[in-house]
């Protein structure tokens, strides 16, 4: 039944291409806010602007990543519960001897799980950065995988219950998952706009998408291989471009603006039945820094869409963030908010451990209802 089929699947997606939408650790444990607030290592990642926070004290010379990884996984739904309820149902069923009681609880269990969905988002990004006061440049590069799995239930099955046929189902299982790989190369500069010092960035990139669609039979009579090998992808290749701006509204206080993907783009399956979409996404923040501690909120301005046809995927967060920093050490903790509320609210926490100021070990953690990720990256700063 179709629970081992997606857990399977998932596998299959997480090893495939190790973003979780490209937070880094250190972004992830302060809610996922970094438009104000990201380094300038991580900035071509977020917002490109950032590119010119570094420091001169610190004498920051250039700085690289290897890697960034991240991981996450929402079944807010309990899709893959339900499926285990219905699985264990029908199992116990298929022998014979079902009474209507037994048949009406199968028929809720598949009712069940109706309307409900998973996602699952795995990545990995390289950074190499070098800032200066003249100019700031950084290469980007990034892998990663969105997934969306849910159950099409087929009113026929009801109706074969009903009479005890417990044969084949045709309900369904399907899982879409896009591949994207991103090659960027992201640039940034101060300018003097009248009394104040404004910091701009682009981040042109090349990407290329993957579309994956897997549908298979609630009895697993499906060719897995078939469905995941190349030839079964579609696959093209994208121009897009990232935006950034940043200032500085007092000595503390810095508000950035932040626009990922800003000429989007559509892709469709080999189906065609399902389109993933590039939405442009728009993003401000606010970011508090007094010595050692840091505070910062992000909040999208506008929604993002993943596959067209899923509008339960769609998401627009508030994230708000804190990091107590001592010379070796950071502790980071945050809250992210679905104000879409398909995605379960999340509390995330990180660790840094920066010994020297060269070596730098980040790790995240985020936990909500049937909702996890993680994250961790290495990174070395000259």
């Not at 609630?218 to 093209?236: H, K």
């Amino acid at each position: 039944m179709p629970k081992t089929l997606l857990c399977s699947l998932i596998c299959i997606l997480a090893m495939a291409q190790a973003t979780a939408q490209s937070n880094s650790p250190r972004e992830l444990g302060m809610g996922g806010t970094a438009v104000a607030s990201a380094d300038y290592l991580s900035a071509g990642f977020t917002n490109p602007a950032l590119l010119a926070n570094y420091s001169v004290e610190k004498d920051d010379d250039w700085g690289i990543t290897v890697p960034n990884i991240g991981t996450s996984l929402n079944d807010r739904g309990s899709l893959l519960d339900a499926i285990d309820s219905f699985n264990t149902t029908f199992d116990e069923l298929s022998s014979g001897g079902a009474s209507t009681e037994d048949l009406t609880a199968l028929a809720n269990s598949l009712e069940a799980l109706s309307g409900k969905h998973f996602s699952v988002a795995a990545g990995s990004g390289v950074s190499i950065a070098i800032p200066s006061e003249s100019f700031n440049a950084a290469l980007v590069i990034s892998a990663g995988v969105e997934a969306d799995g849910f159950m099409k239930i087929e009113a026929s099955d009801f109706d074969d219950i009903e009479l005890g046929d417990l044969g084949p189902l045709e309900s369904t299982a399907t899982l879409l998952a896009s591949f994207r790989t991103e090659v960027g190369f992201a640039m940034a500069k101060e300018f003097k706009i009248g009394k104040r010092m404004f910091a701009f960035g682009v981040t042109p990139k090349m990407q290329s998408i993957e579309i994956l669609e897997i549908v298979a039979a609630a009895d697993d009579s499906v060719d897995l291989d078939g469905q995941i090998d190349n030839e079964d992808r579609f696959t093209d290749n994208n121009f897009n471009l990232d935006f950034g701006a940043t200032t500085m509204i007092s000595d503390k206080v810095r508000v950035g603006l932040a626009g990922r993907n800003l000429m989007g783009g559509t892709f469709a399956g080999l189906s065609g039945d399902y389109n993933y979409e590039l939405t442009p996404a728009l993003s401000t923040g606010i970011a508090y820094t007094n010595g050692p501690l840091t505070l910062a909120a992000d909040l999208d301005l506008t929604s993002t869409t993943r596959f067209q046809e899923i509008t339960t995927d769609d998401s627009q967060y508030l994230r708000l963030g804190a990091e107590t920093a001592w010379e070796w050490a950071q502790l980071r903790a945050g809250y992210i908010i679905d104000l879409e509320d398909n995605h379960a609210s999340m509390a995330t926490a990180g660790l840094g451990f920066s010994p020297f100021g060269v070596m730098h070990l980040d790790l995240a953690g985020a936990v909500g209802e049937n909702s996890y990720g993680g994250a961790l990256s290495l990174s070395f700063t000259f």
